[in-house]
């Protein structure tokens, strides 16, 4: 009952303020007046047994009444903060007016995939940051809320308005070859495509999304959301080949020089997890973020023995090490899979975590216990080789380092345990070696990433990186921005061959 | 893409061949190096299988498996004509493979498939092949014909004494070990216990030993580390490091442990695939 006084009210507040809106005579204070509209969410005790959506989007009311937050200022601070400079205040402005079709429109201009970058993207960090709202209140999570925006508008899309394909100019019969099928290979092959050049993607696992299948987990991305997109891509007429790992079924080289590909884009993502090198790694129970979140994702692990075949820990006393989203997705997945207790251990403060505040915050609601300014000394196990604790040292924070933040340093002699039958070590990839070891005269620096210019080409001829195998861990949107600068001198390089 | 078994045969006990369709592994593939197979839809178990051979004009790949779990026994029912929905490969550093001058191949049980393919390349590049095959029993030794075609030299051991000499591999290594010159190089592949010993043996004789690890994995290009294992003190990725590392660094103790992991869930999935299946192994060949 309440819930529905609440709409009424929430409806009544919108038609009050879309009769102003119309009249010409909403002011600046009428709009600091809404209340910023809360994501409506699954129940943190019911979600804890399920893998499903935790944010369940805006009601159509609440997306006008976001919408409405926004002051339309002349100079736009938030496109500055948006990587791929989505023309905000004008998707916002659509959908005060109800025009949902035309604010996806203006968004997929600059961005393919909102419905993805909706969800998962670090806005408060990017474009709700500088947001003027947010500065009124001297706080940015009162910023218009422009994410949840963003993922209403294509989910509505997705709902009542059937894919629209990007048109394909012309066949140009020149071939591109994509390597990795994830956000930027996404964005690339889309782009490319439309420019008329024929593209195959290429995929080392069986199914197709990179990170997005088999890292972010189902609750905070829905598996089916990528499929569309990967659904958009063969409509369109691209390619699709899995099980192909290039470096290994062949190198680049054969695929310019045999198979005729003209261009090349590596988007493999970073893929190689890194390690603390403490005592005890090896021990059963031990688990890099990848394979963990791969067992449970992309193998579906959590479905053991109900038709999924690939089997994964069946954990009581978990112990997560990492502060960013990765490990909020690893402890939140170990909830999910039936672990009692769940414990993230981070090195530094809560403030320092790199993890998107909203995730911090419903790992917090499920119930996972934060062990901060603490990091594992080593791994403790019995005579089986199996986990059976961590032992931490406690920690305060120094002077600041290379990054910026606070040095954590540890407290000597602050030792103590937690007894746990699983570790999660979700502390960063480091670059994959496998491109880089097969394809001679491609520059990478010293930890392995690939060198490219400010077009994203590399060293060679034809060859285009971005990613995180450029960038060293960074995120969905940031492969995507980098996508459509690669895609946009491929198509230019291919014009002059 | 998908893979028709082109061919199928029952080795031994629970041990099968395939050839299978794969062109794009076929021409890529050299010794030493594996593939991971997916038998169908997008939830099945990941395997990682070592060749044992490929045909690049035919465009097929040579498989040696044996059903220890269920998706191992799910494909050992498959029949000639039916298809395996994914292959990835070739994954892995292929074998570097000269001429050392006395190389000795030692097989364990299911070993004998990787090493083939390795003790071919090194009779071909010029080598003097010495071949170690083992088993537990007369029945459980595999390609033995096809060792005698390749080596030099072929010594058969069982643990029963039911065929060849009655030994552990590491008998006739250690007495080949003890002979001057001693040989350059030996290549070990099989159940990680014999490939521990094996390394013991030579190391004493300080003669360099490579070994082919076959850990749990998942991805096979670097992206998990479920597959890794401590050499030299190091943490090393079985699919992009290896499979192939020098013997008498890695740490067996470790590795051995690690393979346990699944047991009780795999123990669990065969009952129950079991009970689901008429059970044919060891029925049709």
Redesign the interface.
Request: glycine share 10%; proline share 5%; hydrophobic share 40%.
């Given at each position: 009952m309440v819930d529905k006084e609440n709409q009424l009210d929430e409806q009544q507040l919108l038609d009050e303020l879309l009769k102003k809106h119309k009249a010409g005579t909403l002011k600046a204070s009428d709009r600091y007046a809404i209340p910023p509209q809360p994501m409506p969410q699954q129940d943190s005790v019911k979600r804890r047994s399920n893998v499903n959506e935790v944010a369940l989007g805006y009601t159509e009311t609440q997306a006008r009444l976001e919408a409405l937050r926004c002051l339309q200022c002349k100079n736009a601070p938030c496109v500055e903060g948006c990587p791929v400079r989505i023309k905000i205040k004008d998707f916002i402005a659509e959908i005060v007016d109800g025009n949902f079709k035309k604010a996806l429109d203006i968004i997929k201009e600059n961005s393919l995939l909102p419905a993805v970058c909706g969800r998962v993207c670090p806005q408060e960090v990017q474009c709700q940051l500088p947001c003027t709202v947010g500065k009124k209140f001297k706080d940015v999570d009162k910023a218009v809320s422009i994410g949840r925006l963003e993922r209403f508008v294509a989910d509505w899309g997705a709902k009542f308005h059937d894919g629209s394909i990007p048109k394909v100019t012309g066949r140009t019969n020149k071939k591109v070859a994509v390597i990795g099928s994830g956000p930027g290979g996404i964005v690339v092959a889309t782009d490319v495509k439309r420019a008329g050049h024929d593209v195959t993607v290429f995929e080392a696992f069986h199914k197709t999304g990179g990170v997005m299948v088999y890292g972010i987990p189902e609750f905070r991305l829905p598996k089916a959301i990528v499929q569309q997109e990967i659904d958009q891509l063969k409509a369109m007429g691209v390619n699709i080949v899995c099980n192909f790992v290039v470096g290994r079924t062949k190198t680049i080289k054969q695929l310019m020089e045999e198979d005729g590909f003209d261009a090349v884009y590596i988007g493999v993502g970073a893929g190689l997890p890194m390690f603390m090198n403490i005592e005890g790694e090896h021990l059963v129970g031990v688990y890099s973020a990848n394979e963990y979140l791969t067992r449970a994702n992309l193998m579906k692990a959590y479905q053991f023995g109900k038709g999924a075949d690939t089997p994964i820990a069946m954990s009581k006393k978990v112990a997560v090490i990492g502060g960013g989203n990765v490990a909020m997705d690893s402890a939140r997945t170990a909830v999910r899979l039936g672990a009692e207790k769940v414990y993230l251990v981070y090195r530094r403060s809560e403030k320092e975590m790199p993890a998107r505040v909203e995730e911090v915050h419903h790992a917090k609601e499920e119930g996972i216990e934060f062990h901060l300014l603490r990091n594992p000394k080593r791994i403790l196990g019995n005579s089986e080789g199996i986990v059976t604790a961590i032992e931490c040292l406690k920690y305060e924070l120094g002077e600041p380092d290379a990054s910026g933040r606070r040095r954590p340093v540890p407290i000597p002699g602050s030792e103590f345990t937690i007894d746990v039958d699983t570790v999660v070590v979700a502390i960063g990839n480091g670059a994959n070696p496998l491109i880089g070891q097969t394809t001679p005269g491609l520059n990478l620096n010293k930890w392995g990433n690939i060198i490219v210019d400010e077009n994203c080409k590399t060293s060679l001829d034809g060859v285009y990186a971005g990613g995180d195998i450029v960038l060293g861990a960074a995120t969905v949107i940031l492969a995507m921005g980098q996508g459509r600068t690669a895609a946009a001198a491929i198509n230019e390089y291919l014009k002059g061959k | 893409?998908s893979h028709k078994l082109l061919s199928k045969k029952q080795l031994c006990l629970d041990v099968y061949v395939a050839d299978i369709e794969a062109p794009?592994?076929a021409a890529?593939a050299k010794p030493g190096q594996f593939v991971i197979v997916?038998l169908k839809g997008?939830?099945?178990?990941?395997i990682p299988l070592t060749i044992a051979g490929s045909d690049a004009k035919k465009g097929t790949i040579r498989l040696i498996w044996q059903a220890v779990g269920?998706?191992t026994a799910e494909l050992s029912e498959m029949r000639v004509g039916e298809k395996v929905?994914?292959?990835?490969?070739?994954?892995g550093k292929p074998t570097h493979i000269e001429k050392f001058g006395t190389v000795i191949c030692v097989g364990g049980g299911i070993g004998n498939a990787p090493l083939l393919p390795i003790a071919t390349a090194m009779k071909k590049a010029g080598n003097k092949v010495i071949s170690i095959l083992g088993a537990r029993t007369k029945d459980l030794l595999i390609l033995e014909d096809d060792f005698k075609t390749i080596s030099d030299e072929l010594i058969i051991v069982t643990d029963d004494g039911s065929y060849g000499k009655k030994a552990l591999v590491t008998q006739p290594l250690e007495e080949i070990c003890q002979q001057m010159p001693k040989p350059a190089l030996v290549v070990a592949i099989g159940p990680a216990i014999m490939m521990k010993f094996c390394c013991a043996v030579t190391k004493k004789y300080d003669v360099p030993t490579t070994v082919s690890l076959n850990t749990i994995m998942?991805?096979?290009?670097?992206?998990?580390?479920?597959c890794?294992?401590?050499v030299g003190g190091q943490?090393k990725?079985v699919c992009?490091d290896g499979p192939e590392f020098d013997g008498h660094k890695v740490?067996f103790d470790?590795m051995m442990?690690?393979m346990?992991?699944?047991k009780k869930?795999?123990a669990?999935?065969m009952e129950?695939y079991k009970k689901q299946h008429k059970c044919r192994i060891g029925l049709d060949g």
């Amino acid at each position: 009952m309440v819930d529905k006084e609440n709409q009424l009210d929430e409806q009544q507040l919108l038609d009050e303020l879309l009769k102003k809106h119309k009249a010409g005579t909403l002011k600046a204070s009428d709009r600091y007046a809404i209340p910023p509209q809360p994501m409506p969410q699954q129940d943190s005790v019911k979600r804890r047994s399920n893998v499903n959506e935790v944010a369940l989007g805006y009601t159509e009311t609440q997306a006008r009444l976001e919408a409405l937050r926004c002051l339309q200022c002349k100079n736009a601070p938030c496109v500055e903060g948006c990587p791929v400079r989505i023309k905000i205040k004008d998707f916002i402005a659509e959908i005060v007016d109800g025009n949902f079709k035309k604010a996806l429109d203006i968004i997929k201009e600059n961005s393919l995939l909102p419905a993805v970058c909706g969800r998962v993207c670090p806005q408060e960090v990017q474009c709700q940051l500088p947001c003027t709202v947010g500065k009124k209140f001297k706080d940015v999570d009162k910023a218009v809320s422009i994410g949840r925006l963003e993922r209403f508008v294509a989910d509505w899309g997705a709902k009542f308005h059937d894919g629209s394909i990007p048109k394909v100019t012309g066949r140009t019969n020149k071939k591109v070859a994509v390597i990795g099928s994830g956000p930027g290979g996404i964005v690339v092959a889309t782009d490319v495509k439309r420019a008329g050049h024929d593209v195959t993607v290429f995929e080392a696992f069986h199914k197709t999304g990179g990170v997005m299948v088999y890292g972010i987990p189902e609750f905070r991305l829905p598996k089916a959301i990528v499929q569309q997109e990967i659904d958009q891509l063969k409509a369109m007429g691209v390619n699709i080949v899995c099980n192909f790992v290039v470096g290994r079924t062949k190198t680049i080289k054969q695929l310019m020089e045999e198979d005729g590909f003209d261009a090349v884009y590596i988007g493999v993502g970073a893929g190689l997890p890194m390690f603390m090198n403490i005592e005890g790694e090896h021990l059963v129970g031990v688990y890099s973020a990848n394979e963990y979140l791969t067992r449970a994702n992309l193998m579906k692990a959590y479905q053991f023995g109900k038709g999924a075949d690939t089997p994964i820990a069946m954990s009581k006393k978990v112990a997560v090490i990492g502060g960013g989203n990765v490990a909020m997705d690893s402890a939140r997945t170990a909830v999910r899979l039936g672990a009692e207790k769940v414990y993230l251990v981070y090195r530094r403060s809560e403030k320092e975590m790199p993890a998107r505040v909203e995730e911090v915050h419903h790992a917090k609601e499920e119930g996972i216990e934060f062990h901060l300014l603490r990091n594992p000394k080593r791994i403790l196990g019995n005579s089986e080789g199996i986990v059976t604790a961590i032992e931490c040292l406690k920690y305060e924070l120094g002077e600041p380092d290379a990054s910026g933040r606070r040095r954590p340093v540890p407290i000597p002699g602050s030792e103590f345990t937690i007894d746990v039958d699983t570790v999660v070590v979700a502390i960063g990839n480091g670059a994959n070696p496998l491109i880089g070891q097969t394809t001679p005269g491609l520059n990478l620096n010293k930890w392995g990433n690939i060198i490219v210019d400010e077009n994203c080409k590399t060293s060679l001829d034809g060859v285009y990186a971005g990613g995180d195998i450029v960038l060293g861990a960074a995120t969905v949107i940031l492969a995507m921005g980098q996508g459509r600068t690669a895609a946009a001198a491929i198509n230019e390089y291919l014009k002059g061959k | 893409m998908s893979h028709k078994l082109l061919s199928k045969k029952q080795l031994c006990l629970d041990v099968y061949v395939a050839d299978i369709e794969a062109p794009l592994v076929a021409a890529a593939a050299k010794p030493g190096q594996f593939v991971i197979v997916c038998l169908k839809g997008a939830y099945s178990e990941r395997i990682p299988l070592t060749i044992a051979g490929s045909d690049a004009k035919k465009g097929t790949i040579r498989l040696i498996w044996q059903a220890v779990g269920k998706s191992t026994a799910e494909l050992s029912e498959m029949r000639v004509g039916e298809k395996v929905e994914n292959v990835l490969g070739p994954l892995g550093k292929p074998t570097h493979i000269e001429k050392f001058g006395t190389v000795i191949c030692v097989g364990g049980g299911i070993g004998n498939a990787p090493l083939l393919p390795i003790a071919t390349a090194m009779k071909k590049a010029g080598n003097k092949v010495i071949s170690i095959l083992g088993a537990r029993t007369k029945d459980l030794l595999i390609l033995e014909d096809d060792f005698k075609t390749i080596s030099d030299e072929l010594i058969i051991v069982t643990d029963d004494g039911s065929y060849g000499k009655k030994a552990l591999v590491t008998q006739p290594l250690e007495e080949i070990c003890q002979q001057m010159p001693k040989p350059a190089l030996v290549v070990a592949i099989g159940p990680a216990i014999m490939m521990k010993f094996c390394c013991a043996v030579t190391k004493k004789y300080d003669v360099p030993t490579t070994v082919s690890l076959n850990t749990i994995m998942i991805d096979g290009t670097g992206m998990c580390g479920g597959c890794r294992v401590e050499v030299g003190g190091q943490t090393k990725f079985v699919c992009v490091d290896g499979p192939e590392f020098d013997g008498h660094k890695v740490n067996f103790d470790l590795m051995m442990k690690r393979m346990q992991a699944y047991k009780k869930q795999e123990a669990q999935a065969m009952e129950e695939y079991k009970k689901q299946h008429k059970c044919r192994i060891g029925l049709d060949g």
